[in-house]
């Protein structure tokens, strides 16, 4: 038989396999090559430093939302707001990185608990009404996703600046750019950052598998009435599943803010690094290592893919359904899982 | 040649580290009722798991009416007319009771559900068997007895003919017991079968033609009820004698540990449940709530537990005033509490049953230090408990889900008796457990009550109350209406008291 370990590794593998096959059968269809344009991701991923320093980039962000909504995924709740807490946690960086003057060594920490902080708040508000009022912290985070676009976009529009549509750069002390990454990468955009995601994963695990506080968020993620009957405090447990997992998030728009970009821009539109971050988290079973491992798969599909138009003649569109279609893979990996174990109850006899 | 509609031979079935059936031999005739007895964990569910499709076994043969099967799926043994009750229901809470019994054999109009149809259909059905049921009541809304007739029909609905019922009496309230007894006679007579799971050995002299017994996985032979008794019964399952009156000495109470003065408490839908309430329970001795499910015990536990808000009275424990103190701070005063519903309060049932042994102490020491859990200290914990209270289970690291019912409530009984706590509150402590179980775990009670602990024992089952109880507190409408001493009173007395007959109180007081 099947263990379940093994089942939780082959699962993901299939789907991204099948995803990757059913993209193909699109290229076929349209009449573009598939091998090319799967040798474009790779070298669009790979082929070079700087694409390499890209990708990581693009990872870094991805490792933390993923860990947003695994963490509350596995405390029972589904956090579809970490795209809004991102975007709290990018302004908070932002404006902390550059409106205070201070050494390093404070100023970097300084801006970085801010985002966390204003990702928590984020999180917090749901959590607090599902708490205490019992609403469904799906809707609230949908919409608290809305409020976090607009109210960002007014601040820096009206407090932030005088009417311009991007911030001031961040102070050099509070940047995580690095001139030596930059340099090893060809110039990418790739930061520090990524040291602070994989730290922020081994919290999440340390966290959740090894502290008391741990224990009762998982008592809580799977049955309330036991975990109440033992004596621990739903509601508080709810609220700070809720705010950890907005901090992290929080701290996924840190990335952007003092790593990738310096500054933030009035955004007509979602980041999607917080919806991408549910796709992360199922792909990567909700834990810890998982969400680190999806997040590369997803880093390396969204800058590799920027490769196809230019060196395998994929237009765009085209590429954006071959990601979907993986994702939508992914996303049916129950049904993946359950006809393995028909597979192999029938081969048992 | 017999007439078998069921047979089961040699069967063999694996989990991972665990024979949990081992060369069963199980033969069914057409239209008896055939017990299935055996300790928990002997692999009752498990056997009849496998005959319903859900469990491939790794050796052995089935066959039905004499031919020959492979029953791959539940609806395999759905169109060979097999149907089953499981030991944990498995109905929509918020559909209505004909929406469930049509799930998956919906009849259909136009290509949409002809609901009217189905109504009249499952109507007709309940008539017919005698299972009266409100077509259009919402599950939620109905109470356990109904749910499982529920649950019967069902399976009729999808013409079942051999029916298995898995431990249906477990949740049933006497009456319920009863009115099921009935159903299941009027069954046989429209010539269905059915394989009955029940720990009450009581309850197979009444209604079983014949009777397999199990024992950790083997199958041990066949008997006819009618040339056995339940002596024999019990000792062929445990493979040893078993005691059915427990022997304890005189309690010698102490102080009051317990002390409830008018308590009020009121349900969920704000209604009174609990209507000033006075009880004391004494340190070493051990005080039987008998009542009738629904006339406040739960609310009653709930209260003192912190699980629900009182409106008034108070509640002391050594005293100390716990009124309306969280459950942490009630458990921590010295409450131990054996849940009435072992899934929904007692267990979390996907944390393994290691971790379940600790829920209320996991972050005390040696479980934990600085807020970081020490796993080593928690298991070696478990290992200890596990030994000492013979839970069956492959390692302390299964999740509490893949124990049998029986043993989940002795992992939960071990956590709550070792905590050793001032005041033991054991709501239908014995529930599901089979009669070597029952015999370990009242002896259980009885020991901590020897060591000058405080117990409140609250249980549908006379027997039950009647063997433990130093004292009987009768509850009826939310009040105690009379307490007597059990040597006092036998069982029709006590059933009247229950019923709420104002007869005098029986005994001093
Ligand atoms: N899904 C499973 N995975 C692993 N082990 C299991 C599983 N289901 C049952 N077992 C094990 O198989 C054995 C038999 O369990 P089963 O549920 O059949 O017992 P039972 O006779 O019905 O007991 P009870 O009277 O307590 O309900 C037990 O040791 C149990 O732990
Ligand atoms: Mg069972």
């Known amino acids: 038989m099947l263990s379940t370990r093994m089942i939780n590794l082959i699962v993901p593998i299939i789907s991204v396999v099948l995803g990757l096959l059913a993209g193909a059968i699109i290229m076929l269809i349209f009449g573009y090559n598939p091998i090319a344009g799967y040798i474009a991701l790779w070298n669009g991923a790979f082929g070079n430093v700087y694409f390499f320093g890209e990708t990581i980039r693009q990872i870094t962000p991805y490792i933390l939302t993923g860990l947003a909504v695994a963490f509350a995924f596995r405390s029972g709740l589904f956090n579809i707001g970490a795209e809004g807490q991102v975007i709290v946690g990018w302004l908070a960086s932002v404006w902390v990185g550059a409106s205070i003057q201070a050494p390093t060594i404070i100023h970097l920490p300084l801006t970085i608990i801010a985002a966390a902080l204003a990702g928590a708040l984020w999180g917090f508000l749901p959590g607090l009404l599902k708490a205490k009022r019992g609403v469904h912290e799906v809707i609230i985070t949908i919409m608290m996703n809305y409020i976090a676009l607009h109210v960002a976009n007014y601040l820096i529009r009206n407090v932030l600046t005088d009417k311009s549509d991007s911030t001031a750069p961040i102070e050099n002390t509070a940047s995580l750019a690095s001139e030596w990454l930059m340099e ?23 966290l959740l598998e090894k502290t008391t506080i741990g224990y009762e968020l998982r008592a809580v993620g799977y049955n309330q009435h036991a975990s109440n009957y033992a004596g621990m405090n739903v509601g508080k447990n709810i609220i700070l599943a809720m705010m950890i997992s907005g901090g992290f998030a929080g701290l996924a728009g840190a990335m952007e803010g003092l790593g990738t970009f310096g500054y933030m821009s009035a955004n007509s539109s979602f980041t999607n690094l917080g919806f991408d971050g549910i796709a992360v988290a199922l792909l990567g079973g909700n834990t810890a290592l998982g969400s680190v ?57 | 040649m017999e007439n078998f509609v069921i047979e089961m031979l040699d069967i063999r079935k694996e989990f991972p580290g665990i024979v949990a059936n081992n060369n069963i031999t199980l033969q069914v005739k057409q239209g008896e009722i055939h017990a299935l007895l055996g300790e928990n964990g002997a692999g009752k569910s498990t056997l009849m798991n496998v005959l319903f499709g859900l469990y491939q076994p790794e050796k052995g043969e089935i066959r039905v009416k004499g031919k020959k099967v492979n ?54 059905l309940s008539e017919r068997y005698g299972l009266k049921v409100d077509p259009q009541a919402k599950i939620s809304d109905i109470s356990v007895g109904m749910q499982q007739r529920v649950e019967i029909l069902k399976t009729l609905y999808r013409g079942a003919e051999v029916l298995i019922l898995d431990e249906p009496t477990a949740v049933l309230t006497p009456q319920e017991i009863k009115e099921l007894i009935t159903i299941m006679k009027s069954l046989i ?10 720990h009450k050995l009581k309850e197979i002299m009444e209604v079983c033609d014949r009777c397999t017994v199990i024992r950790k996985g083997e199958g041990i032979g066949t008997v006819n009820v009618s040339e056995t008794n339940p002596n024999e019964l019990a000792s062929l399952m445990v493979g040893r004698e078993v005691n059915f009156k427990t022997e304890k000495k005189q309690a010698e109470p102490k102080h009051a540990v317990l002390s409830i003065t008018d308590l009020r408490v009121h349900d969920a839908r704000n209604v009174p449940m609990v209507k000033g309430l006075n009880l004391e329970v004494k340190a070493g001795e051990i005080v039987g709530i008998a009542g009738v499910d629904g006339n406040g015990q739960s609310e009653l536990i709930e209260a003192i537990t912190g699980l629900r808000a009182s409106e008034a009275g108070r509640i002391m424990l050594n005293e100390k005033d716990i009124t309306n103190l969280t459950p942490r701070k009630v458990t921590q005063s010295g409450v131990s509490h054996i849940p009435q519903d072992r899934h929904k309060f007692g267990l979390v049932l996907d944390f393994p049953i290691g971790e379940n042994m600790v829920l209320q102490t996991y972050y005390q020491q040696p479980f934990a230090k600085g807020g970081v859990l020490s796993f080593k200290n928690v298991y070696q914990h478990a290992r200890t408990l596990i030994q000492e209270y013979d839970v069956r289970t ?52 009885i020991e901590e009550r020897d060591k000058g602990k405080a117990v409140l024992l609250v249980s549908f089952e006379l027997d039950e109350i009647m063997n433990l109880s130093d004292k009987i507190a009768v509850m009826f409408d939310g009040d105690i209406v009379a307490t007597v001493e059990p040597g006092e009173i036998n069982e029709q007395e006590l059933g009247l008291l229950m019923a709420g007959s104002k007869k005098e109180k029986v005994g001093g007081e």
């Open chain 2, 189 to 198: 007579k429209e010539g269905i079968s059915i394989i009955l799971i029940t």
């Open chain 2, 394 to 445: 492959p390692s302390e690291y299964t999740k509490a889900r893949a124990l049998s019912g029986g043993n989940q409530q002795k992992a939960i009984i071990a956590r709550e008796v070792d905590r050793s706590p001032d005041l033991i509150i054991a709501a239908q402590p014995t529930r599901g457990l089979d009669v070597g179980a029952i015999e370990f775990i009242h002896n259980k009670l």
């Open chain 1, 293 to 349: 491992i999806a997040a590369f798969l997803f880093g390396i599909l969204k800058i590799g893919a920027l490769n196809m138009p230019t060196s395998a003649g994929v237009p765009s569109e085209l590429v954006e359904i071959d990601i979907a279609l993986i994702i939508y893979f992914v996303a049916s990996s129950y049904i993946i899982r359950w006809t393995l174990l028909r597979f192999f109850k029938k081969e048992e006899k």
């Open chain 1, 184 to 206: 090893i990468t060809g110039y990418s955009r790739m930061h520090y950052g990524i040291l602070i995601a994989l730290f922020a994963a081994v919290i999440m695990w340390f």
């Open chain 2, 71 to 124: 029953i791959t799926d539940p609806n395999v043994a759905n169109d060979l007319g097999i149907g089953m009750v499981h030991q944990h229901f498995m109905l929509v809470d918020t559909f209505t009771v004909t929406q469930n019994i049509i799930l998956g054999n919906e009849p259909r109009k136009f290509g949409m559900i002809d609901m009217k149809r189905a109504e009249k259909e499952v109507l007709e």
